[in-house]
């Protein structure tokens, strides 16, 4: 697995630059502690698909859906979940049905409701370098 450190910048250069090269459908997921760069990382990837819209964080609505010129866009944030029974409740047959592009922040509280092929990234702090993340993907 591939690991690079970047500042708040390189990790939005990367993240346009990855978001360009998916195809639809793809599952991405975002792993990391609470302010680690998951949405920042997100929105970049949301502007790389030809998104005008201001991409917010889920993290109370849980999921957001936009709108590209290459199809639909899905943001969940799982934080809130106490179970992936709820997942139901949040269109989760809707969004695997749909085959667009979805973005997966906190998948560890999806369990196995995943599709076993998506796209796995892991954002970490880096100790005594408050500005840069570490990016795994």
Known sequence: MPVAEFTEAELVRWGEEFGRS??????VTLRGD??????TLVRAIARAQGMLEPVTSPTY?????????RGRVFHLDL?????????????WEEIRRAKGLVLVEWPDLAADALPGDVVALAL???????DVRRLTW
């Open 22 to 27: 998916l195809t639809f459908p793809t599952w």
């Open 34 to 39: 609470l302010g680690a760069g998951k949405t």
């Open 61 to 69: 609505s849980v999921v957001r859906e936009y709108y590209s010129p």
């Open 79 to 91: 934080y809130r979940l106490e179970d992936p029974e709820q997942l139901h409740q949040l269109g």
């Open 124 to 130: 970490e702090h880096v100790p005594d370098r408050p």
